[in-house]
């Protein structure tokens, strides 16, 4: 850091906040934010402007849905060591490759839910769900029919490897996840083979859910089975 800035940062530790403010303005008539100003024409302050306008609408609960995945990029894979990212298939159900030498790693990042901005208890999305725990939707944005009619919504058990949950709305830190091996997830009550639309997530670190993404890494190659999800629940754990 030069002198030259050193002395204009002590300056603006002398000023109000309101004088603060008028020398940020003046900068921001030749300094943009963030590149997408320039591909959308527009300033970064009327594009927030635009998101709030819908915020207990559809738009503002799929930007926190891309914010998600965003803080998975910079908060989780950016400060792995070892690992590398590869371009995932746009026709794929997960949303990061990972590679570590060993093998590759899918991930689906999914936010947890909320209503009303406060972070939903497992209990509020189905009655037999444990109330001491949170819980995630992890159906797919879009549905459709496959070509035996089945609902194409729900995510099949071996599309992704892990689960990655941000758990902002309980922790109020985009950088906080919780992880899980996606075949130890719960099964939909009438297609096995399918994940279920709601998952039940542990409040602290257990056996199945882990806040640590390596240590999921972990136990997704050791291949345990703490139960077989396609088959049959775990006794006790769901209600």
């Known amino acids: 850091m030069s002198d030259r800035v050193k002395e204009l940062l002590a300056l603006l530790e002398q000023c109000s906040v309101e004088q603060r403010k008028a020398v940020f303005a003046e900068l921001r008539k030749s300094i943009s934010i963030h590149p997408v100003e320039s591909s959308?024409?527009?300033?970064?302050?009327?594009?927030?402007?635009?998101?709030?306008?819908?915020e207990k609408g559809l738009t503002f609960r799929m930007l926190r849905g891309v914010i998600a995945e965003a803080a998975f990029e910079l908060e989780v894979v950016a400060q792995l060591k070892?690992?590398?990212?590869?371009?995932?298939?746009?026709?794929?159900?997960?949303?990061?490759?990972?590679?570590?030498?060993?093998?590759?790693?899918?991930?689906?990042?999914?936010?947890?839910?909320?209503?009303?901005?406060?972070?939903?208890?497992?209990?509020q999305a189905n009655r037999k769900f444990p109330e001491d725990m949170w819980v995630v939707e992890t159906q797919k944005t879009r549905g459709g029919k496959g070509v035996d009619d089945t609902d194409t919504r729900p995510y099949r058990f071996g599309e992704f490897d892990i689960l990655a949950v941000a758990m902002q709305p309980s922790t109020g830190d985009w950088s906080k996840f919780m992880y899980c091996v996606s075949t130890w997830l719960r099964p939909d009550a009438s297609h096995r083979s399918?994940?279920?639309?709601?998952?039940?997530?542990?409040?602290?670190?257990?056996?199945?859910?882990?806040?640590?993404?390596?240590?999921?890494?972990?136990?997704?190659?050791?291949?345990?089975?703490?139960?077989?999800?396609?088959?049959?629940?775990?006794?006790?754990?769901?209600?």
Request: proline share 6%; net charge neutral; with cysteine.
């Open 40 to 54: 959308l024409k527009t300033s970064a302050e009327i594009i927030l402007h635009a998101i709030s306008k819908d």
């Open 82 to 123: 070892h690992w590398s990212a590869l371009v995932a298939p746009s026709d794929k159900a997960y949303d990061y490759l990972l590679d570590d030498g060993q093998g590759s790693v899918s991930v689906q990042v999914k936010l947890q839910r909320s209503k009303e901005f406060k972070p939903m208890t497992a209990r």
């Open 194 to 239: 399918c994940i279920n639309k709601f998952q039940p997530v542990a409040m602290q670190p257990n056996d199945i859910w882990t806040d640590n993404f390596e240590e999921c890494v972990r136990r997704l190659r050791s291949k345990e089975t703490k139960y077989n999800s396609v088959v049959s629940d775990p006794p006790g754990l769901f209600g």
